[in-house]
Each structure stands twice: as C-alpha cells, then as structure tokens.
C-alpha cells in the first residue's frame, strides 16, 4: 500500500520474523504480551548473541534490528491493537560511523578487471560487467535490471531505472566501459539471447538475467583471482569509485550524486548537479575514463569549481558517505546470522 520496495518489505519481515521466533522460544505468542521488560530482554539477547564467526552483531545490526520492532509495535498502538507501546521508551544503540574495510586502488582495480578470460564470449560479458561496475558504482540489484534500452551510447550516459529508493538517475559512463560494454552487445550477447529477448543488458549463459547471488559468487572469484589481499565483491567497486574519485579531485557532491544517495547532511547542499557536469567530472577524476578534452572545458569554465569548505567539515562529509555505502552493502558479504 505504501509503495515501498521489494527488498524493504523482505528485511521488514526478516527481522521481525527474528523476534517473533525469539518470543515464540519463551512461550509469548501474542502482542499483548509483549512488556517493556522482554523489549529490553530481546535488545540485551542482541548485545550478547554471536555469528558463525563467533563476531558479536555490530551496533548498526543491533539497531537496525531494534527499529524494525519499535516500528512494529507503534503501528500496532496506531492500529488500536495495542493500547501502549511497549518498546516506545527503548533506549536504542547508537550507530558507529565506519569506514569501508577494503578499498582498491588504481593498480589493483586494473588486476581484477584483468581477470575475465577474453578468448571466452563469457569472459567479454564479464570483463563488461566489472568495467561498468568501476566507472558508475551502480549497486548489485542495478546492474541487474539494466537493460539494453538503458545505455544512451550517443550521449555516454546510463540511465538507473527504479534503484534503490525507487528512484531513477543518469550516469555518465567512461569511454574504456562504454567500448567493453558495447563489443559485449554486438558480439556475445546476441548468442546468450533466447527468444523471446527480455532485454535484459547482461545475461547468463542461459540466457536469463543474473540472480543477485550469482552475480556476487562471480565477481569474487575475479577479486579472489587478482590477489590483492582485498575481500568484497560488487560493493567493492561501489567503495572504489567513490574513494578514488575523491582523492583525484571530485568535490563530494559530485559522488554523492553518482552514488544516488538522496541526501547527506554533513554537506549542507541542497542543489542538484547537472549530468553534463556530473560527466565532465566523472572523465577528469575517475582512472578508468578518458581526460582528454574534457580539462580544456573545466578551464574554460564549464565545470564548476569546488567550495573551499574547512578540512573539518569535509572529513566529516567523507566519513558519513562511506557511512551510508557501509550501511547500503547488499553483496552479502557481511551478513549478519539470524537470532534463532
């Protein structure tokens, strides 16, 4: 009814289905018995419960947690169902601001995206698919649903339909991707295509498009393959681009805008950026794109100079976008074991 996405309403039910599991264990099986004592109960059982890994949940897993019960419950007293919320004093955990754990640099990246093996028609599609992971960031699940009508070829642009948030952006693609990308669609993916054609832009050899799980097995492998000592796999490139950009120049602004995040306070910016800008941008400080030309417009004046902002507030900024990519991470590769 409230138009949100799959995946919100997958992780609603995931971690409300932890609790309920957890109360079933104790023999509460209605809402009506759940006090502000067994909220409290079920926040300390989170503090002390340990993964696979014998790692505790972080404070951000733990809070994550906590809201989707406290949510839980004041619907409930809105719905008339409750006639208090029994978790509506909780004192919630306060979420640590971290940084990325691994990140590739220029020469390493390179490594990885080395890694297909060209002589396969499937080793084209890779290589296409990690290049276009390096020069836009895109998330896991946008990579998935591109389609072969998303690519302006023309114009060097992607266009993301429906990321996350529901929300649709352009995306200036570098020249190196656009190349790989489009010997791709002219030479290995019409033999991948079976009728009636989805349009899908990256298909499996079977024809179909990738599951998101698939599409992370794989792309580990090629980062496992580059021994870089660095462990991610589609979100890796996500942190990548965004940290090699900021070190070659790019205001954050800039990358918060490929990034689609919707806004970061730390920035204190309210005005969107241009696509011509965010191109021009993108080919100056991105290793993969082309720079010739385009540092002739920036000193002609095309390209927006960058605020001087105090190296304060900018580390802040900084810390609180790889903040948000940390919280966004859907490759799995951190997921945290339910609370059974």
């Given at each position: 009814?409230?138009?949100?996405?799959e995946r919100?309403?997958?992780?609603?039910?995931?971690?409300?289905?932890?609790?309920?599991?957890?109360c079933?264990a104790?023999?509460i099986?209605?809402?009506?018995?759940v006090?502000?004592p067994i909220?409290?109960?079920?926040?300390?059982?989170?503090?002390?419960l340990?993964?696979?890994?014998?790692?505790?949940?972080?404070?951000?897993?733990?809070?994550?947690?906590?809201?989707?019960?406290?949510?839980?419950?004041?619907?409930?007293a809105?719905?008339?169902a409750?006639?208090?919320n029994?978790?509506?004093?909780?004192?919630?955990?306060?979420p640590?601001?971290?940084?990325?754990?691994?990140?590739?640099?220029?020469?390493?990246?390179?490594?990885?995206?080395?890694?297909?093996?060209?002589s396969?028609?499937?080793?084209?599609?890779?290589?296409?698919m990690?290049?276009?992971?390096?020069?836009?960031?895109?998330?896991?699940?946008?990579?998935?649903?591109?389609?072969?009508?998303?690519?302006?070829?023309?114009?060097e642009?992607?266009m993301?339909?429906?990321?996350?948030?529901?929300?649709?952006r352009?995306?200036?693609?570098?020249?190196?991707?656009?190349?790989?990308?489009?010997?791709?669609?002219?030479?290995?993916?019409?033999?991948?295509?079976?009728p009636?054609?989805?349009?899908?832009?990256?298909?499996?050899?079977?024809?179909?498009?990738?599951s998101?799980?698939?599409?992370?097995?794989?792309?580990?492998?090629?980062?496992a393959?580059?021994?870089?000592?660095?462990?991610?796999a589609?979100?890796l490139?996500?942190?990548?681009m965004?940290?090699?950009?900021?070190?070659?120049?790019?205001?954050i602004?800039?990358?918060?805008e490929?990034?689609?995040?919707?806004?970061?306070?730390t920035t204190q910016i309210?005005t969107?950026v241009?696509?011509k800008q965010?191109?021009?941008?993108?080919?100056?400080?991105?290793?993969?794109?082309k720079?010739?030309?385009?540092?002739?417009?920036a000193?002609?004046g095309?390209?927006?100079?960058s605020?001087?902002r105090?190296?304060?507030?900018?580390?802040?900024a900084?810390?609180e976008?790889?903040s948000?990519?940390?919280?966004?991470?859907?490759?799995?590769?951190d997921q945290?074991?339910?609370a059974?």
């Open positions: 009814m409230r138009n949100y996405s919100t309403v997958e992780n609603n039910q995931s971690y409300l289905g932890v609790f309920v599991a957890w079933e104790r023999s099986t209605r809402p009506r018995e006090t502000k909220v409290e109960r079920y926040q300390r059982h989170l503090f002390h340990r993964k696979e890994n014998g790692k505790p949940l972080s404070f951000r897993a733990q809070y994550a947690r906590l809201m989707h019960v406290r949510g839980y419950f004041k619907w409930l809105r719905q008339n409750l006639l208090w029994p978790a509506s004093d909780l004192d919630l955990p306060r640590e601001q971290r940084l990325p754990k691994h990140v590739l640099t220029a020469s390493e990246a390179e490594r990885v995206l080395a890694q297909p093996d060209l396969d028609p499937l080793g084209v599609r890779d290589r296409a990690l290049e276009t992971f390096y020069s836009t960031g895109i998330r896991r699940m946008e990579l998935v649903k591109l389609g072969v009508y998303d690519l302006d070829i023309e114009r642009i992607l993301v339909r429906q990321g996350k948030g529901k929300k649709d352009m995306l200036p693609l570098g020249e190196r991707a656009l190349a790989w990308i489009e010997r791709y669609v002219g030479d290995v993916r019409p033999d991948l295509v079976m009636p054609d989805p349009g899908t832009l990256f298909l499996t050899n079977q024809g179909e498009a990738f998101p799980a698939h599409l992370t097995r794989l792309v580990r492998t090629y980062v393959a580059a021994e870089t000592n660095k462990q991610g589609c979100h490139f996500r942190h990548t965004a940290t090699l950009m900021l070190e070659n120049g790019a205001d602004r800039y990358i918060q490929m990034l689609g995040h919707a806004e970061l306070t309210n969107r241009s696509i965010l191109q021009a941008v993108h080919a100056l400080t991105h290793p993969a794109a720079l010739a030309g385009v540092r002739a417009a000193e002609a095309e390209v927006e100079a605020s001087e105090p190296e304060l507030a900018k580390a802040s900084v810390a976008l790889f948000q990519l940390d919280d966004e991470d859907d490759d799995g590769d945290e074991v339910s059974e």
